[in-house]
């Protein structure tokens, strides 16, 4: 696989970068490390070492596991359990996993902890988290939990409180790639008495290649990302030396399932035939909780991060629509930190122990004490709440708001609140055969590099700005824009039968301060490749928690590339024209101000 690379730096110091720094990305994907030792205020537990041999995705896979017991829990005295597991590249032995059971065994929870498969010390491939293989791999665990199945060592546990026969009273808590398994394992074994999946994802096709414009035309590589991933999990058997042979993929795959390799290999290779494409859209959808959400009926606690860029907002949003819908009790809330963005004071942190002082600490602990201690009378908070940048404490609402406001894309490059105020006229950028405009680099911080304010180069990009705003104004929520754009070079091959050829664009919002300072928000864009340039396309910008200040302006912003992603293949210049009664719009999900 051909990864790309800097031409400053050698190929194999930079893959090897690649690898160091993929592997730091392990650390915020659940919660940082508690402070040592099984003795606590809150009482003293037990850690047990266990092994497991459970079949999963056709193979015989060990899992590496550590059991910690409560004092005082016995058969006479059982109690409810929590089972985790760890983010991408990590392990039980991680900071941020054995953190959830020494967390939950503190506070009288029998605790399951283990290492996904492929990763640390258990077995077989990466197979990014399907339910048939890693979701039948849990399920195995909930069955020792059971008291149904022995640890390699004969160690059963008979200390589990019951629902009935073979039905452990346990919940599931993790990020990330420790997220996603949640929802896997949920859809195949109903047992799972209440989920809290943290910064994951709903549709890696999305994820790894979105197109917020349709999902069914093959997105826009988000190659950094992707990539790092995919050195640190074909890394795996190097930095966790095993002779385990199920780790092992003897069909052109050193560490992950064939499929997984092959969808990267066609993501890398920048050309996107049909059948190829759909093929990896149903690979990508087949391991997503997209696909599988349906048979989840376990209630549902979302967290995600709104400064996440890997899986953004809507991700979150998409599968707490889906499960609302169906009627499962579900609540998300949208916290500062993610796979991207860091911590703000106040915000959970077991490192800290301050699930208690903590807006989502308490939230977890009331969704435990409600599903799995039975308190009916336990406070499970709203539908849904935000961390609200630069305020006090968290917003909440009985739903994510609707869009309330529509502004126009006048031809002068102004954002106007009335069709009327649209002025006649048209604008032109072009694509340069480089990036010209910067969003983010995901591992710049982890390979000690500075990541450069975004940019976009003049001449490669259009933006339409409001007026300076009259009061402050709160987004929450994911705006909306209708586009359309006339690119002859772009329409002359997009029939082609290969996606690669289609236009490429990223459509983005700025926070433009009085002194013209330009921030983009959480470095959050919305890449799209337009499925038909001679029609309007509407695109899905990544939901955020923003507040645009008392004489600031709004710019949305369609940019020819960005250095986080591949771009278009060969030149394509783009027109945007407007008139009064055919013009682009911009929707906006305000909670408070009007823009105007």
């Not at 109690?79 to 959830?100: E, M, Q, R, Y």
């Amino acid at each position: 696989m051909e990864v790309p690379v800097s031409r400053a730096v050698p190929r194999s110091r930079k893959v090897l970068a690649l690898v160091a720094g993929a592997a730091a990305l392990a650390a915020p994907l659940a919660l940082a490390a508690p402070a040592s030792g099984a003795e606590t205020a809150a009482g003293a537990y037990t850690v047990t070492p266990l092994r497991f041999t459970v079949q999963a995705g056709g193979r015989s896979c060990a899992v590496d596991a550590d059991l910690y017991r409560p004092a005082g829990v016995d058969a006479e005295h059982p109690a409810p359990a929590v089972l985790a597991t760890n983010g991408f590249g990590g392990s039980k032995n991680d900071g941020s996993t054995d953190a959830i059971g020494k967390a939950f065994a503190e506070r009288g929870y029998v605790g399951l902890v283990y290492s996904g498969l492929g990763f640390g010390k258990s077995g077989c491939l990466i197979s990014l988290d399907a339910p048939e293989t890693d979701g039948r791999a849990a399920a195995r665990l909930v069955d020792f939990l059971a008291g149904a199945l022995a640890a390699d060592d004969g160690t059963r546990a008979d200390f589990v409180t019951r629902d009935g026969a073979g039905d452990p009273r346990v919940g599931m808590i993790g990020g990330s790639y420790g997220g996603a398994v949640q929802l896997a394992t949920a859809s195949v074994d109903p047992r799972v008495d209440a989920l809290v999946p943290l910064i994951t994802w709903n549709d890696l096709a999305y994820s790894l290649a979105p197109n917020a414009a349709d999902r069914d035309t093959p997105g826009v590589f988000k190659w950094q990302w992707a990539n790092g991933f995919y050195l640190m999990g074909e890394g795996q058997p190097l930095l966790v030396p095993s002779l385990d042979p199920s780790r092992i993929n003897s069909l052109g795959c050193l560490h992950f399932v064939t499929d997984a390799c092959d969808t990267v290999r066609l993501l890398n290779s920048g050309r996107y035939p049909k059948a190829a494409t759909d093929k990896m859209l149903a690979y990508a959808r087949s391991v997503s909780p997209v696909s599988y959400v349906d048979r989840i009926t376990a209630p549902t606690l979302l967290v995600q991060g709104q400064a996440d860029t890997l899986f953004n907002l809507n991700e979150a949003r998409a599968t707490y629509d889906r499960l609302r819908e169906r009627g499962v009790d579900t609540r998300m809330i949208w916290q500062s930190w993610g796979h991207s963005g860091g911590q703000k004071p106040g915000e959970l942190d077991l490192g800290q122990g301050n699930l208690e002082s903590s807006y989502v600490g308490q939230r977890i602990l009331g969704w435990f004490d409600r599903y799995l201690r039975k308190n009916t009378a336990a406070d499970t908070g709203p539908a849904f709440a935000w961390y609200r940048e630069g305020q006090s404490g968290y917003g909440a609402a009985d739903g994510v708001p609707a869009l309330s406001q529509r502004l126009y894309l006048s031809g002068d490059g102004k954002l106007v609140d009335n069709r009327a105020k649209v002025a006649e006229g048209s604008r032109r950028y072009s694509n340069w055969l480089v990036p010209t405009s910067h969003s983010e680099s995901s591992l710049a911080g982890t390979i000690g590099l500075p990541d450069p304010r975004p940019y976009d180069t003049p001449g490669t990009y259009l933006g339409w700005t409001t007026a300076p705003l009259t009061a402050p104004v709160d987004l929450v929520g994911a705006p909306k824009a209708t586009l359309k754009v006339d690119s002859p070079a772009a329409e002359r091959v997009q029939d082609s039968g290969d996606a690669a050829d289609k236009l490429v664009l990223f459509a983005k919002l700025y926070d433009v301060a009085p002194d013209g300072t330009k921030t983009l928000v959480n470095r959050l864009v919305a890449p799209v490749r337009v499925p038909d340039v001679t029609r309007p396309f509407t695109v899905e910008l990544p939901a955020v928690v923003h507040r645009y200040e008392t004489g600031h302006r709004l710019e949305l912003v369609i940019a020819a590339s960005d250095t986080a992603y591949s771009g278009n293949r060969g030149v394509k210049p783009v027109t945007v024209a407007s008139t009064p009664d055919d013009t682009g719009t911009l929707e906006l999900p305000l909670v408070q101000g009007t823009v105007g």
